[in-house]
């Protein structure tokens, strides 16, 4: 149970983690930064930084 416990904890830090990249990204966009440079800066590629600044259709 225990261990059930803290991977559930590791699963929420490294999605909010996620969460906040993509808001970075987002700003730093909005600001001018290419995408080659957030994905540097953020050391994913370049499609994963297209894929969070792409609305998600739904």
Not at 19 to 24: G, L, R, S, T
Not at 37 to 47: G, N, R
């Amino acid at each position: 149970m225990l261990s059930e416990m803290c991977k559930a904890m590791e699963e929420l830090r490294v999605e909010s983690r996620k969460e906040m990249a993509v808001e970075m990204a987002q700003s730093l966009y909005e600001q001018g930064v290419s995408i080659e440079q957030i994905a540097k800066a953020s050391k994913v590629d370049a499609d994963t930084v297209k894929g969070w600044l792409t609305p998600k259709a739904g």
